[in-house]
């Protein structure tokens, strides 16, 4: 039933869909499901985002919609990327429609300095460094590509090397998905010194077996010796 509503409402007017998606709330997380919607070619995604933002901003905490479209964004970026782009630059956004949403998509389509451009741009609106790079962190992993993580290091402000740390920081948090792709591209931008910093750096509480595991032949790869290795790879963490 939901992806058959979600074909129908897409396709309808934008008050319409707006309207009928508020009057069905999912009240302490007791259900929610997002669906891909088909919408119209007229379909006016402004009005309807803006709407959708507007229910979500009076939700209760841990409340959401019953049902929402997850592809909302991806199809307004599809469309008129220049609209969208202008509606979650100013902290527009809901559940799965976000900024982190648009510039993932958009980087299908657009060359990496524009990207990169964006994303820098993003990072201003937030507040402290950790908001920035998270959003940061948030896009270049998702399709991890060379070209534009050394777009965003030639673009974002501030030095070289704090950025870099900010995002192998980020980057350290786990293995799963395209972390593991994301850490190798990242740590083949450093030069030598840059990589004996910001691992030393990353690392100042000591490594894990996973971190030794994972880290070791890829420090082989970039041709440093076993020697250098221990000395950016801390203690294993007992």
């Known amino acids: 039933m939901p992806a058959q509503l979600g074909q129908i409402l897409g396709k309808r007017n934008a008050e319409t869909m707006v309207r ?11 259900y929610s499901s997002g669906v891909e919607f088909e919408f119209a070619p007229d379909f006016d995604f402004r009005t309807a985002a803006d709407g959708l933002a507007a229910i979500h901003s009076r939700l209760g905490h841990g409340d ?7 592809n909302f964004v991806e199809e307004w970026t599809k469309r008129d990327p220049a609209a969208a782009w202008e509606w979650v630059r100013e902290g527009n956004g809901f559940l ?4 982190t949403k648009f510039l993932d998509c958009y980087s299908v389509v657009a060359p990496p300095e524009e990207v990169a451009g964006m994303l820098v741009e993003a990072m201003v609106l937030k507040s402290t460094s950790s908001e920035k790079f998270e959003v940061a962190w948030n896009v270049l992993r998702e399709r991890p590509n060379a070209t534009l993580i050394s777009e965003f290091l030639a673009q974002a402000p501030g030095g070289r090397e704090d950025n870099l740390r900010n995002l192998f920081s980020q980057a350290s948090t786990g293995y799963y998905g395209n972390m593991d792709a994301f850490k190798q591209l990242l740590l083949q931008q450093m030069s030598g010194p840059e990589r004996t910093a910001v691992l030393a750096r990353g690392f100042k509480n000591g490594v894990s077996s996973t971190d030794i595991t994972f880290f070791t032949p890829l420090l082989r790869q970039l041709g440093h010796s076993d020697e250098e290795i221990r000395q950016m790879l801390p203690p294993e963490r007992k």
Do not use: E, K, V, W
Not at 64 to 70: K, V
């Open 20 to 30: 009928t998606l508020g009057a069905f709330i999912s009240y302490g997380g007791s």
């Open 96 to 99: 799965f429609n976000d900024l």
């Open 64 to 70: 959401s919609l019953a049902l929402r479209p997850h």
